[in-house]
RNA sequence: UCCGGCGUAGCUCAACCGGUAGAGCGGGUGGCUGUUAACCACUAGGUUGGGGGUUCGAGUCCCUCCGCCGGAGCCA
Protein backbone atom coordinates (compact mmCIF):
# COMPACT_ATOMS: atom_id res chain seq x y z
CA UNK A 1 0.00 0.00 0.00
CA UNK A 2 1.13 3.68 0.50
CA UNK A 3 2.22 3.89 3.69
CA UNK A 4 5.88 3.38 2.65
CA UNK A 5 5.58 6.83 0.54
CA UNK A 6 4.21 8.93 2.75
CA UNK A 7 5.79 11.89 4.47
CA UNK A 8 5.02 12.59 8.02
CA UNK A 9 1.42 12.00 9.79
CA UNK A 10 -0.24 8.70 11.26
CA UNK A 11 0.57 5.93 8.62
CA UNK A 12 -3.12 5.13 8.59
CA UNK A 13 -4.84 2.02 6.81
CA UNK A 14 -9.07 2.03 6.81
CA UNK A 15 -8.58 -0.95 8.48
CA UNK A 16 -7.04 0.02 11.30
CA UNK A 17 -9.25 2.33 12.22
CA UNK A 18 -9.88 1.29 16.12
CA UNK A 19 -6.37 2.07 16.66
CA UNK A 20 -6.40 5.95 15.62
CA UNK A 21 -9.80 7.18 17.84
CA UNK A 22 -9.10 10.69 18.34
CA UNK A 23 -6.49 11.23 15.84
CA UNK A 24 -6.29 12.92 12.92
CA UNK A 25 -5.65 10.78 9.77
CA UNK A 26 -4.80 11.47 6.12
CA UNK A 27 -6.72 8.75 3.63
CA UNK A 28 -5.51 7.99 -0.11
CA UNK A 29 -8.13 5.94 -1.85
CA UNK A 30 -11.44 6.29 -3.65
CA UNK A 31 -15.33 7.53 -3.30
CA UNK A 32 -17.22 4.72 -3.07
CA UNK A 33 -20.22 6.29 -2.20
CA UNK A 34 -22.06 9.81 -1.40
CA UNK A 35 -25.21 11.29 0.15
CA UNK A 36 -26.32 14.52 1.21
CA UNK A 37 -28.80 15.90 3.38
CA UNK A 38 -28.48 19.80 2.77
CA UNK A 39 -26.56 20.73 5.71
CA UNK A 40 -25.12 17.25 6.58
CA UNK A 41 -22.75 15.39 4.02
CA UNK A 42 -21.71 11.44 3.50
CA UNK A 43 -18.45 10.53 1.60
CA UNK A 44 -17.60 6.93 1.87
CA UNK A 45 -14.26 6.27 0.83
CA UNK A 46 -12.59 2.88 0.87
CA UNK A 47 -8.81 2.78 0.37
CA UNK A 48 -8.22 -1.15 -0.22
CA UNK A 49 -8.13 -2.43 2.91
CA UNK A 50 -11.61 -1.32 4.46
CA UNK A 51 -14.84 1.35 4.02
CA UNK A 52 -15.12 4.22 6.06
CA UNK A 53 -17.83 7.01 6.69
CA UNK A 54 -16.60 10.98 6.40
CA UNK A 55 -19.25 13.21 7.94
CA UNK A 56 -19.30 17.06 6.90
CA UNK A 57 -21.26 19.01 8.66
CA UNK A 58 -21.90 22.69 6.97
CA UNK A 59 -20.64 25.14 9.39
CA UNK A 60 -18.36 22.74 11.29
CA UNK A 61 -16.30 21.36 8.09
CA UNK A 62 -14.64 23.08 5.42
CA UNK A 63 -16.48 24.27 2.76
CA UNK A 64 -14.75 23.25 0.23
CA UNK A 65 -16.52 19.47 1.37
CA UNK A 66 -19.49 20.65 0.28
CA UNK A 67 -18.09 22.87 -2.64
CA UNK A 68 -16.63 19.45 -3.84
CA UNK A 69 -19.62 17.19 -3.17
CA UNK A 70 -21.81 17.95 -6.93
CA UNK A 71 -17.82 17.59 -8.71
CA UNK A 72 -16.54 14.21 -7.08
CA UNK A 73 -18.49 11.36 -9.08
CA UNK A 74 -18.10 8.06 -7.82
CA UNK A 75 -14.52 6.49 -7.65
CA UNK A 76 -12.67 9.58 -7.90
CA UNK A 77 -9.34 9.43 -6.29
CA UNK A 78 -9.21 11.39 -3.13
CA UNK A 79 -7.08 12.39 -0.27
CA UNK A 80 -9.33 12.66 2.59
CA UNK A 81 -8.22 13.99 5.96
CA UNK A 82 -10.65 13.09 9.34
CA UNK A 83 -10.50 12.65 13.32
CA UNK A 84 -11.70 8.93 13.35
CA UNK A 85 -14.56 8.22 15.87
CA UNK A 86 -16.37 5.57 17.32
CA UNK A 87 -19.62 5.88 15.51
CA UNK A 88 -21.79 2.89 16.75
CA UNK A 89 -24.72 4.11 13.66
CA UNK A 90 -21.61 3.26 10.99
CA UNK A 91 -21.15 -0.56 9.38
CA UNK A 92 -17.78 -0.70 10.88
CA UNK A 93 -18.07 1.03 13.85
CA UNK A 94 -16.30 3.46 13.06
CA UNK A 95 -16.30 6.94 11.46
CA UNK A 96 -14.31 9.84 10.46
CA UNK A 97 -15.34 13.91 11.35
CA UNK A 98 -13.89 15.24 7.77
CA UNK A 99 -11.48 18.48 7.72
CA UNK A 100 -10.11 17.87 4.23
CA UNK A 101 -10.74 16.56 1.44
CA UNK A 102 -8.77 17.20 -1.75
CA UNK A 103 -9.39 15.30 -5.00
CA UNK A 104 -6.54 13.45 -6.73
CA UNK A 105 -8.24 12.87 -10.16
CA UNK A 106 -12.34 13.49 -10.82
CA UNK A 107 -14.52 10.53 -11.88
CA UNK A 108 -16.95 11.12 -13.98
CA UNK A 109 -20.26 8.88 -15.04
CA UNK A 110 -18.62 5.29 -13.45
CA UNK A 111 -20.28 3.00 -15.36
CA UNK A 112 -21.32 0.46 -12.61
CA UNK A 113 -23.85 2.05 -10.80
CA UNK A 114 -25.10 0.98 -6.95
CA UNK A 115 -28.36 -0.94 -9.13
CA UNK A 116 -27.85 -4.77 -10.11
CA UNK A 117 -26.34 -5.12 -13.50
CA UNK A 118 -26.41 -8.22 -15.55
CA UNK A 119 -23.01 -10.59 -16.00
CA UNK A 120 -22.64 -9.56 -19.46
CA UNK A 121 -22.20 -5.44 -18.69
CA UNK A 122 -20.14 -6.62 -15.94
CA UNK A 123 -17.93 -8.91 -17.95
CA UNK A 124 -17.29 -6.71 -19.97
CA UNK A 125 -16.00 -3.47 -17.63
CA UNK A 126 -14.14 -6.47 -15.70
CA UNK A 127 -11.39 -3.85 -15.67
CA UNK A 128 -13.82 -1.78 -13.16
CA UNK A 129 -16.04 -4.39 -11.34
CA UNK A 130 -13.10 -5.46 -9.84
CA UNK A 131 -13.72 -2.62 -7.32
CA UNK A 132 -16.59 -3.84 -6.53
CA UNK A 133 -17.01 -5.51 -2.35
CA UNK A 134 -18.03 -9.34 -3.52
CA UNK A 135 -15.15 -9.42 -6.23
CA UNK A 136 -12.61 -7.33 -4.09
CA UNK A 137 -13.96 -10.47 -1.82
CA UNK A 138 -13.40 -13.05 -4.14
CA UNK A 139 -9.88 -12.67 -5.57
CA UNK A 140 -8.72 -11.83 -1.98
CA UNK A 141 -9.33 -15.20 -1.07
CA UNK A 142 -7.86 -16.53 -4.42
CA UNK A 143 -5.07 -14.81 -3.14
CA UNK A 144 -4.86 -16.46 0.05
CA UNK A 145 -5.54 -19.89 -1.12
CA UNK A 146 -2.35 -19.91 -3.70
CA UNK A 147 -0.42 -18.88 -0.70
CA UNK A 148 -1.88 -22.02 1.04
CA UNK A 149 -1.47 -24.26 -2.20
CA UNK A 150 2.36 -23.12 -1.58
CA UNK A 151 2.48 -23.13 1.71
CA UNK A 152 0.76 -26.97 2.02
CA UNK A 153 3.56 -28.23 -0.72
CA UNK A 154 6.73 -26.76 1.09
CA UNK A 155 5.37 -27.75 4.91
CA UNK A 156 4.44 -31.39 3.04
CA UNK A 157 8.71 -31.79 1.90
CA UNK A 158 7.60 -31.00 -2.03
CA UNK A 159 9.76 -29.35 -4.43
CA UNK A 160 8.15 -27.00 -6.46
CA UNK A 161 9.25 -27.35 -10.52
CA UNK A 162 7.44 -24.88 -13.01
CA UNK A 163 7.04 -26.97 -16.27
CA UNK A 164 7.25 -25.39 -19.70
CA UNK A 165 4.06 -23.42 -20.90
CA UNK A 166 5.50 -23.88 -24.18
CA UNK A 167 5.26 -27.58 -25.58
CA UNK A 168 6.31 -29.52 -28.45
CA UNK A 169 3.27 -31.67 -28.48
CA UNK A 170 -0.19 -32.48 -26.82
CA UNK A 171 0.30 -34.56 -23.69
CA UNK A 172 -3.22 -36.13 -23.37
CA UNK A 173 -3.59 -36.06 -27.09
CA UNK A 174 -7.13 -35.77 -27.32
CA UNK A 175 -7.70 -32.09 -26.81
CA UNK A 176 -7.50 -28.82 -29.14
CA UNK A 177 -4.37 -26.95 -28.10
CA UNK A 178 -3.30 -23.31 -28.77
CA UNK A 179 -0.94 -23.29 -31.13
CA UNK A 180 1.74 -20.40 -32.15
CA UNK A 181 4.74 -20.30 -34.46
CA UNK A 182 8.14 -21.48 -32.67
CA UNK A 183 10.82 -19.97 -34.84
CA UNK A 184 13.06 -22.83 -37.12
CA UNK A 185 11.15 -25.38 -35.11
CA UNK A 186 7.40 -25.58 -36.43
CA UNK A 187 4.52 -25.18 -33.99
CA UNK A 188 4.67 -24.95 -30.41
CA UNK A 189 1.56 -25.28 -28.44
CA UNK A 190 0.69 -23.54 -24.68
CA UNK A 191 0.58 -26.28 -22.22
CA UNK A 192 -2.73 -28.34 -21.39
CA UNK A 193 -0.33 -30.12 -18.73
CA UNK A 194 2.43 -30.51 -17.04
CA UNK A 195 2.27 -33.76 -15.58
CA UNK A 196 4.60 -35.34 -17.81
CA UNK A 197 7.48 -33.20 -16.97
CA UNK A 198 6.97 -33.66 -12.89
CA UNK A 199 7.31 -37.13 -13.59
CA UNK A 200 9.94 -36.70 -15.19
CA UNK A 201 11.31 -34.39 -12.05
CA UNK A 202 10.38 -36.92 -8.93
CA UNK A 203 13.06 -39.15 -10.06
CA UNK A 204 15.43 -35.97 -8.81
CA UNK A 205 13.32 -34.93 -5.97
CA UNK A 206 10.42 -37.49 -4.85
CA UNK A 207 7.91 -35.19 -4.17
CA UNK A 208 6.77 -32.44 -6.61
CA UNK A 209 4.29 -30.07 -7.68
CA UNK A 210 3.55 -27.33 -9.83
CA UNK A 211 1.28 -24.25 -10.40
CA UNK A 212 0.89 -22.18 -13.13
CA UNK A 213 -1.91 -20.99 -16.13
CA UNK A 214 -3.06 -23.25 -18.38
CA UNK A 215 -4.33 -23.35 -21.86
CA UNK A 216 -7.34 -25.81 -23.24
CA UNK A 217 -8.46 -24.67 -26.84
CA UNK A 218 -11.32 -26.58 -26.37
CA UNK A 219 -15.24 -25.28 -27.64
CA UNK A 220 -16.30 -25.51 -23.92
CA UNK A 221 -19.10 -23.22 -22.73
CA UNK A 222 -20.12 -23.94 -19.35
CA UNK A 223 -19.98 -22.40 -16.11
CA UNK A 224 -17.00 -24.94 -15.04
CA UNK A 225 -14.98 -23.83 -18.18
CA UNK A 226 -12.06 -21.07 -18.87
CA UNK A 227 -9.82 -21.58 -21.75
CA UNK A 228 -6.81 -20.14 -19.74
CA UNK A 229 -7.20 -21.57 -16.41
CA UNK A 230 -4.68 -22.02 -13.18
CA UNK A 231 -3.57 -25.55 -11.76
CA UNK A 232 -1.60 -27.11 -9.13
CA UNK A 233 -0.49 -30.41 -9.88
CA UNK A 234 1.38 -32.86 -7.63
CA UNK A 235 3.42 -36.12 -8.74
CA UNK A 236 4.95 -38.49 -6.34
CA UNK A 237 7.14 -40.91 -6.55
CA UNK A 238 6.39 -44.94 -4.38
CA UNK A 239 2.76 -43.45 -4.18
CA UNK A 240 0.42 -45.51 -5.03
CA UNK A 241 -3.29 -44.55 -5.66
CA UNK A 242 -4.32 -45.12 -1.85
CA UNK A 243 -1.59 -43.10 -1.08
CA UNK A 244 -2.20 -40.03 -3.51
CA UNK A 245 -6.36 -40.01 -2.40
CA UNK A 246 -4.28 -39.79 1.62
CA UNK A 247 -2.62 -36.98 0.03
CA UNK A 248 -5.46 -34.96 -1.59
CA UNK A 249 -7.45 -35.33 1.24
CA UNK A 250 -5.11 -33.54 2.95
CA UNK A 251 -4.48 -30.93 0.71
CA UNK A 252 -8.40 -30.16 0.40
CA UNK A 253 -9.05 -30.25 3.90
CA UNK A 254 -5.94 -28.14 4.89
CA UNK A 255 -7.34 -25.60 2.27
CA UNK A 256 -10.69 -25.05 2.99
CA UNK A 257 -9.76 -24.83 7.34
CA UNK A 258 -7.49 -22.51 6.39
CA UNK A 259 -9.72 -20.14 4.54
CA UNK A 260 -12.26 -20.37 7.19
CA UNK A 261 -10.06 -19.39 9.85
CA UNK A 262 -8.63 -16.58 7.91
CA UNK A 263 -11.03 -15.63 5.22
CA UNK A 264 -13.92 -15.04 7.38
CA UNK A 265 -14.32 -11.51 6.41
CA UNK A 266 -14.58 -12.23 2.89
CA UNK A 267 -17.03 -15.01 3.34
CA UNK A 268 -19.24 -13.22 5.11
CA UNK A 269 -19.24 -10.24 1.84
CA UNK A 270 -20.08 -13.54 -0.08
CA UNK A 271 -22.69 -14.58 1.91
CA UNK A 272 -21.31 -18.02 2.26
CA UNK A 273 -22.63 -20.48 4.07
CA UNK A 274 -19.67 -21.65 5.66
CA UNK A 275 -21.72 -25.35 7.54
CA UNK A 276 -20.94 -27.79 4.95
CA UNK A 277 -17.12 -26.02 4.44
CA UNK A 278 -16.71 -26.94 7.48
CA UNK A 279 -17.45 -31.21 7.32
CA UNK A 280 -14.51 -30.67 5.13
CA UNK A 281 -12.12 -32.90 7.05
CA UNK A 282 -10.70 -36.28 6.48
CA UNK A 283 -12.22 -38.71 5.48
CA UNK A 284 -13.66 -37.93 2.58
CA UNK A 285 -16.03 -40.81 1.25
CA UNK A 286 -14.52 -43.27 -1.44
CA UNK A 287 -16.75 -45.35 -3.81
CA UNK A 288 -15.77 -46.76 -6.92
CA UNK A 289 -17.00 -45.70 -10.89
CA UNK A 290 -19.59 -49.10 -10.70
CA UNK A 291 -21.05 -47.64 -7.49
CA UNK A 292 -21.29 -44.32 -8.99
CA UNK A 293 -23.28 -45.97 -11.80
CA UNK A 294 -25.55 -47.60 -9.49
CA UNK A 295 -26.28 -44.18 -7.83
CA UNK A 296 -27.27 -42.51 -11.17
CA UNK A 297 -29.50 -45.43 -12.00
CA UNK A 298 -31.30 -45.47 -8.85
CA UNK A 299 -31.85 -41.69 -9.79
CA UNK A 300 -32.93 -42.73 -13.11
CA UNK A 301 -30.56 -41.49 -15.01
CA UNK A 302 -29.56 -42.34 -18.59
CA UNK A 303 -26.09 -43.28 -18.18
CA UNK A 304 -24.37 -46.54 -19.14
CA UNK A 305 -21.48 -48.49 -18.01
CA UNK A 306 -18.62 -46.91 -19.82
CA UNK A 307 -19.98 -43.77 -20.87
CA UNK A 308 -18.19 -40.76 -18.59
CA UNK A 309 -19.93 -38.51 -16.23
CA UNK A 310 -21.35 -34.77 -17.71
CA UNK A 311 -22.08 -31.88 -14.93
CA UNK A 312 -25.84 -33.04 -13.97
CA UNK A 313 -24.15 -36.89 -13.38
CA UNK A 314 -21.46 -34.80 -11.19
CA UNK A 315 -23.94 -32.59 -9.23
CA UNK A 316 -26.53 -36.08 -8.68
CA UNK A 317 -22.93 -37.90 -7.06
CA UNK A 318 -22.38 -34.91 -4.98
CA UNK A 319 -25.66 -34.63 -3.59
CA UNK A 320 -25.16 -38.38 -2.05
CA UNK A 321 -22.64 -36.87 0.08
CA UNK A 322 -21.98 -33.89 2.52
CA UNK A 323 -17.94 -33.81 1.83
CA UNK A 324 -16.56 -34.27 -0.99
CA UNK A 325 -16.60 -37.51 -2.56
CA UNK A 326 -14.01 -39.78 -4.44
CA UNK A 327 -15.07 -41.83 -7.57
CA UNK A 328 -12.23 -44.06 -8.39
CA UNK A 329 -11.13 -47.01 -10.80
CA UNK A 330 -13.23 -45.49 -14.37
CA UNK A 331 -13.08 -47.72 -17.33
CA UNK A 332 -9.77 -46.74 -18.98
CA UNK A 333 -11.38 -46.26 -22.61
CA UNK A 334 -12.56 -43.02 -21.13
CA UNK A 335 -9.11 -42.08 -19.37
CA UNK A 336 -5.42 -41.04 -20.21
CA UNK A 337 -3.06 -43.26 -21.88
CA UNK A 338 -0.86 -42.64 -18.69
CA UNK A 339 -2.92 -44.28 -16.26
CA UNK A 340 -2.30 -47.73 -14.62
CA UNK A 341 -4.02 -50.65 -15.36
CA UNK A 342 -6.13 -52.08 -12.49
CA UNK A 343 -4.79 -55.29 -11.35
CA UNK A 344 -7.77 -57.14 -11.04
CA UNK A 345 -10.13 -55.90 -13.62
CA UNK A 346 -7.99 -54.86 -16.63
CA UNK A 347 -10.97 -52.86 -18.36
CA UNK A 348 -10.45 -50.44 -15.44
CA UNK A 349 -7.58 -47.90 -14.62
CA UNK A 350 -6.17 -46.75 -10.66
CA UNK A 351 -7.51 -43.56 -10.53
CA UNK A 352 -9.49 -40.85 -8.79
CA UNK A 353 -11.62 -38.23 -9.56
CA UNK A 354 -12.29 -35.37 -6.52
CA UNK A 355 -16.41 -33.94 -7.07
CA UNK A 356 -16.78 -31.41 -4.47
CA UNK A 357 -20.34 -30.46 -3.05
CA UNK A 358 -22.59 -28.43 -3.70
CA UNK A 359 -23.03 -29.17 -7.46
CA UNK A 360 -19.70 -27.33 -8.08
CA UNK A 361 -18.01 -30.38 -9.98
CA UNK A 362 -14.93 -32.08 -10.65
CA UNK A 363 -12.20 -30.57 -8.86
CA UNK A 364 -9.43 -32.68 -9.03
CA UNK A 365 -8.25 -35.48 -11.01
CA UNK A 366 -5.75 -37.91 -10.23
CA UNK A 367 -4.42 -41.36 -10.83
CA UNK A 368 -1.55 -43.69 -10.27
CA UNK A 369 0.51 -44.07 -13.74
CA UNK A 370 1.71 -46.44 -15.61
CA UNK A 371 5.19 -47.24 -14.78
CA UNK A 372 5.83 -50.43 -16.92
CA UNK A 373 7.31 -49.59 -20.28
CA UNK A 374 5.57 -52.11 -22.16
CA UNK A 375 2.67 -51.03 -21.16
CA UNK A 376 3.50 -47.81 -21.45
CA UNK A 377 4.13 -48.40 -25.01
CA UNK A 378 1.43 -50.47 -25.74
CA UNK A 379 -1.22 -47.87 -24.47
CA UNK A 380 0.42 -44.78 -26.44
CA UNK A 381 -0.06 -47.23 -29.46
CA UNK A 382 -3.70 -47.63 -28.75
CA UNK A 383 -4.31 -43.93 -28.07
CA UNK A 384 -2.62 -43.12 -31.50
CA UNK A 385 0.55 -41.21 -30.03
CA UNK A 386 4.08 -41.24 -31.54
CA UNK A 387 6.73 -43.28 -29.63
CA UNK A 388 8.87 -40.46 -31.06
CA UNK A 389 6.89 -37.54 -29.64
CA UNK A 390 7.10 -39.12 -26.54
CA UNK A 391 10.50 -40.73 -26.23
CA UNK A 392 11.76 -38.70 -23.20
CA UNK A 393 8.70 -40.07 -20.96
CA UNK A 394 9.58 -43.78 -22.61
CA UNK A 395 13.05 -43.31 -21.05
CA UNK A 396 11.54 -42.76 -17.38
CA UNK A 397 10.68 -46.40 -17.20
CA UNK A 398 13.85 -47.58 -18.65
CA UNK A 399 16.10 -45.67 -15.97
CA UNK A 400 14.50 -46.38 -12.67
CA UNK A 401 10.90 -46.67 -12.77
CA UNK A 402 9.04 -46.64 -9.57
CA UNK A 403 5.18 -46.90 -8.39
CA UNK A 404 4.19 -43.24 -8.67
CA UNK A 405 0.81 -40.88 -8.96
CA UNK A 406 0.18 -37.82 -9.05
CA UNK A 407 -3.28 -34.87 -9.27
CA UNK A 408 -4.10 -31.76 -10.71
CA UNK A 409 -6.55 -29.21 -8.85
CA UNK A 410 -8.09 -26.50 -10.82
CA UNK A 411 -7.88 -23.55 -8.82
CA UNK A 412 -10.69 -21.53 -10.23
CA UNK A 413 -13.29 -24.76 -9.49
CA UNK A 414 -11.71 -24.73 -6.31
CA UNK A 415 -11.99 -21.08 -5.44
CA UNK A 416 -15.56 -21.54 -6.91
CA UNK A 417 -16.80 -23.93 -4.76
CA UNK A 418 -14.94 -21.92 -1.49
CA UNK A 419 -16.90 -18.27 -2.50
CA UNK A 420 -19.97 -20.13 -2.92
CA UNK A 421 -20.27 -18.70 -6.47
CA UNK A 422 -21.94 -19.87 -9.41
CA UNK A 423 -19.37 -19.45 -12.31
CA UNK A 424 -15.87 -20.03 -12.56
CA UNK A 425 -15.30 -16.69 -14.52
CA UNK A 426 -15.12 -14.36 -11.16
CA UNK A 427 -13.07 -16.63 -9.65
CA UNK A 428 -9.81 -15.27 -11.73
CA UNK A 429 -9.30 -12.29 -12.14
CA UNK A 430 -9.47 -11.52 -16.04
CA UNK A 431 -11.04 -14.70 -17.22
CA UNK A 432 -10.45 -15.78 -21.07
CA UNK A 433 -14.01 -17.47 -22.20
CA UNK A 434 -14.95 -18.85 -25.70
CA UNK A 435 -16.22 -16.07 -26.81
CA UNK A 436 -14.51 -12.81 -24.29
CA UNK A 437 -11.13 -12.17 -24.37
CA UNK A 438 -11.57 -8.65 -23.47
CA UNK A 439 -10.42 -6.94 -21.62
C1' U B 1 -20.07 -27.42 -33.73
C1' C B 2 -25.05 -28.77 -31.81
C1' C B 3 -29.54 -27.74 -28.59
C1' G B 4 -32.28 -24.05 -25.83
C1' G B 5 -33.06 -18.84 -24.17
C1' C B 6 -32.45 -13.64 -24.65
C1' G B 7 -31.56 -8.71 -27.31
C1' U B 8 -36.60 -2.34 -25.59
C1' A B 9 -33.43 4.65 -22.44
C1' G B 10 -26.44 4.77 -19.88
C1' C B 11 -27.99 0.23 -16.44
C1' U B 12 -31.93 -3.44 -14.67
C1' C B 13 -36.45 -4.60 -16.62
C1' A B 14 -42.14 -3.82 -18.03
C1' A B 15 -45.48 -3.23 -22.30
C1' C B 16 -52.11 -8.68 -21.91
C1' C B 17 -54.88 -11.32 -28.27
C1' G B 18 -50.75 -7.27 -33.26
C1' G B 19 -53.46 -1.13 -31.74
C1' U B 20 -50.26 6.06 -29.12
C1' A B 21 -43.05 2.58 -25.97
C1' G B 22 -43.11 2.87 -19.68
C1' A B 23 -40.89 2.32 -14.54
C1' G B 24 -36.81 2.15 -11.10
C1' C B 25 -31.77 3.35 -10.86
C1' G B 26 -28.04 6.51 -13.07
C1' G B 27 -27.55 11.97 -15.35
C1' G B 28 -29.36 17.28 -14.70
C1' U B 29 -32.07 21.09 -11.50
C1' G B 30 -34.06 22.27 -6.68
C1' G B 31 -35.01 20.75 -1.36
C1' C B 32 -33.63 18.42 3.29
C1' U B 33 -28.59 18.38 10.02
C1' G B 34 -27.54 11.18 10.69
C1' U B 35 -27.83 9.11 5.64
C1' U B 36 -26.81 3.35 5.12
C1' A B 37 -28.54 0.77 -2.59
C1' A B 38 -30.74 7.75 1.66
C1' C B 39 -35.26 10.31 0.55
C1' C B 40 -38.82 14.07 -1.91
C1' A B 41 -40.13 17.16 -6.33
C1' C B 42 -39.18 18.48 -11.30
C1' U B 43 -36.45 17.31 -15.87
C1' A B 44 -33.69 15.40 -20.17
C1' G B 45 -32.97 10.73 -22.38
C1' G B 46 -35.51 5.68 -27.71
C1' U B 47 -33.86 4.04 -35.55
C1' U B 48 -37.24 -1.54 -29.56
C1' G B 49 -29.55 -5.40 -32.19
C1' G B 50 -29.18 -5.04 -38.21
C1' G B 51 -31.76 -6.27 -42.79
C1' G B 52 -36.04 -8.22 -45.23
C1' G B 53 -41.27 -9.92 -45.13
C1' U B 54 -46.77 -10.49 -43.57
C1' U B 55 -50.47 -6.64 -42.07
C1' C B 56 -54.65 -0.89 -42.39
C1' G B 57 -51.08 -1.17 -38.32
C1' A B 58 -45.15 -4.93 -35.79
C1' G B 59 -41.31 -4.13 -29.68
C1' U B 60 -44.95 -8.23 -30.41
C1' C B 61 -45.83 -12.79 -36.05
C1' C B 62 -42.35 -15.05 -40.15
C1' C B 63 -37.27 -15.33 -42.59
C1' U B 64 -32.19 -14.05 -42.17
C1' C B 65 -27.72 -12.13 -40.12
C1' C B 66 -25.15 -10.34 -35.73
C1' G B 67 -24.31 -10.27 -30.47
C1' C B 68 -24.89 -12.29 -25.61
C1' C B 69 -26.37 -16.13 -21.89
C1' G B 70 -27.00 -21.28 -20.43
C1' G B 71 -26.23 -26.38 -21.58
C1' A B 72 -23.94 -30.70 -24.49
C1' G B 73 -19.30 -32.79 -26.13
C1' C B 74 -14.19 -32.30 -23.71
C1' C B 75 -12.09 -31.56 -19.23
C1' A B 76 -9.73 -29.13 -14.02
Redesign the pocket.
Known sequence: MFQNCREGGALFHISDAKNFVGEEVEIRGWLY?K??????L?Y?IRDGTGYI?A?A???EAPDKAFEMY?QL??ESSIIVKGIVRE?P???GGY?L?LTDIKPVHKSV?Y?I?????????L?EHRHLWLRSKKQRAILRIRSFVEKKIVDFFYENGFVRIDTPILTATAA?G??NLFATEYFNLGKAYLAQ?GQLYLEAAIFAHGLVYNFGP?F?A??????????E?W?IEAEEAFYDNDDNIALQEKFISYLIQNVLENCGDDLKILERDTSLLEKVVPPFPKITYDEAIEILSRKNFKIRWGE?????D?TAISESFEKPVFVMNYPRD?K?FYMKEHSERPELVKCA??IAPEGY?????GSQREEDYDKLLKNMKDFGLSEDDYGWYLDLRKYGSVPHSGF???L??FVAWVCGIP???EAIPFPR????IYP
Open positions: NRSKGKIFIQVVKGDGLERAPETDPTKKEHGTAFMETTTTREKSKTRRHLMFMDFGGDEIADLGEIIGGMGERHVRMLYR
